[in-house]
């Protein structure tokens, strides 16, 4: 009977029962939210709403169905169960000028790669300091640095520019994924000397990672704006030291055998040579690039704003056939970034407009109640960056979590530009924690380079010195230029 059963048909819906069952844990944890009656200072909504959003949040955590997809359908539930009124709020994160920043800069990032610009910086950086690894390691963070200002896709950034260098330096010394010994001379360290880095350069520059441009948003809604200027000038001091520590601290704990590299310097020189000269397009690139810094370091001066820069650099770009429509089109990151982070900044606000915001922070202050508001901030620095373990994006996490961190922060006593500042920083600095920590993250582990232990180890270690540097040396440096 069995042998003349008809064949399952093509057009046969898959089941998955690992994302049946997250989508499960979804659905129960939201609606256990849902209901839940609303406590004193909450309007009536305001839970419905927590369930919709946490639902998401842990759909995003989990992933039974791609990040866009969750989106959506948190978006969707809102919209049915009347937490979101769809004439109003629904819609109004995609139409956020900060979003619409994000989506601007992967286009931007696309002349970077194009261009050979990227490249080009990176392989100058190696020509000068790249006789050792460690040196190597050096010269790849200077190039990230450089390019960190206009790449808020820090995977683009470190995917589409840096890591094919590495890899390229890696394979000419012999160190390739195929043996323990060989991915330990040189690719190993150089994968998570990068990542880790990548994850600095992030929290240096508001267009350095995707969160930045959110956190500036969110920040402006609890009326405590803050600049590119102002941010860039902030983290400067405590992300070189950062950047100056990491890779030694990382060649300490996690060393590659080989040390020396005489032929990585010759072979980027060769390879500069015969780059020749920069192209026409290269030198739009480069200028776009500085008049867009310009621009966004005097925007408080000039009164345009950083996404009406971020535009007039597409416009050049467009106008020289840098990029093209096309190449934007089929840009899916860009898109899905729009739609994703987009309804997520939607979800956000009905939060603190319906009260859920200030009593979640109430809570948490009870508990830090009484303590200076340093020690608040550190403590609760420290738990913002652990509780990342629990989340696959740096965005999720700031749409999650950070207006209700600033919020306490703030409530005991911290300066708002220190607290808004802190976690804006430790935002970007939780980007290397493990391998589902970012886009970067993942690209990195599935290079195969680094063994789990290996990543998560070097991971937290990194994690914590840098948030502790941000957290005294940055805080300090703060109060020199006189945020507080």
Not at 39 to 60: A, E, N, R, S, Y
Not at 74 to 81: E, I, K, R, S, Y
Not at 373 to 382: K, R
Request: aromatic share 8%; proline share 5%; net charge positive.
């Amino acid at each position: 009977m069995a042998a003349n059963s008809p064949a399952p048909s093509s057009g046969a819906i898959a089941i998955n029962k690992t994302k049946i069952i997250k989508a499960a844990v979804c659905v129960v944890v939201g609606l256990a939210i849902f209901v839940i009656p609303p406590p004193q200072g909450v309007h009536p909504g305001g839970m419905h709403m927590l369930g919709v959003f946490v639902g998401t949040i842990l759909g995003l955590i989990l992933q039974p169905l791609p990040t866009s997809a969750v989106a959506i359908i948190g978006l969707t539930v809102a919209m049915l169960t009347g937490a979101m009124d769809p004439s109003k709020e629904a819609f109004s994160g995609l139409g956020s000028a900060s979003i619409w920043l994000i989506v601007a800069a992967f286009f931007i990032a696309q002349g970077f790669v194009s261009t050979g610009l990227g490249r080009r910086i990176a392989l100058v950086f190696i020509s000068w300091l790249g006789k050792s690894s460690l040196g190597i390691s050096y010269g790849l963070a200077a190039a990230d640095l450089v390019l960190a200002p206009a790449t808020p896709s820090n995977t683009a950034r470190l995917g589409g520019i840096l890591f094919p260098i590495i890899q390229s330096v890696s394979e000419v010394q012999g160190s390739t994924t195929e043996s323990e010994e060989s991915r330990k001379k040189l690719g190993g360290f150089l994968s998570a000397t990068a990542n880790n880095v990548n994850a600095i350069t992030s929290a240096m520059f508001a267009t350095s990672m995707a969160a930045g441009p959110v956190v500036i948003q969110l920040a402006a809604q609890m009326h405590h704006p803050i600049g590119w200027g102002t941010w860039a000038i902030a983290c400067i001091i405590p992300g070189l030291l950062c950047l100056i520590l990491i890779p030694a601290l990382i060649y300490k704990i996690f060393p590659p055998t080989i040390k020396h590299v005489p032929t990585a310097k010759t072979d980027a020189k060769a390879e500069l040579k015969a780059m020749g000269s920069l192209s026409p397009k290269e030198w739009v690139m480069a200028l776009s690039f500085v008049l867009m810094l310009i621009l966004w370091a005097t925007g408080s001066m000039t009164g345009i704003s950083a996404t009406t820069v971020a535009f007039l650099g597409v416009t050049i770009l467009l106008c020289t056939g840098i990029i093209t429509w096309k190449s934007m089109a089929n840009d899916k990151s860009a898109w899905s970034t729009l739609i994703f982070f987009g309804v997520l900044v939607g979800m956000a606000k009905p939060l603190s407009t319906l009260g859920v915001t200030d009593w979640l922070g109430g809570l948490i202050a009870h508990m830090v109640g009484g303590m200076p508001w340093y020690a608040v901030l550190f403590i609760l620095g420290i738990c913002y960056v652990l509780v990342h373990y629990l989340f696959a994006s740096e965005l999720a996490q700031v749409v999650a979590l950070y207006t209700l961190f600033v919020t306490v922060t703030i409530a005991a006593g911290a300066p708002a530009p220190v607290a808004v500042l802190t976690f804006g920083a430790l935002s970007g600095l939780i980007g290397a924690m493990t391998h589902y920590a970012s886009g970067p993250s993942a690209l990195i582990y599935g290079a195969d380079y680094l063994k789990t232990s290996e990543f998560l180890r070097v991971g937290i270690i990194c994690a914590m010195v840098t948030t502790v540097i941000f957290l005294t040396v940055g805080v300090g440096w703060w109060k020199v230029i006189g945020l507080w």
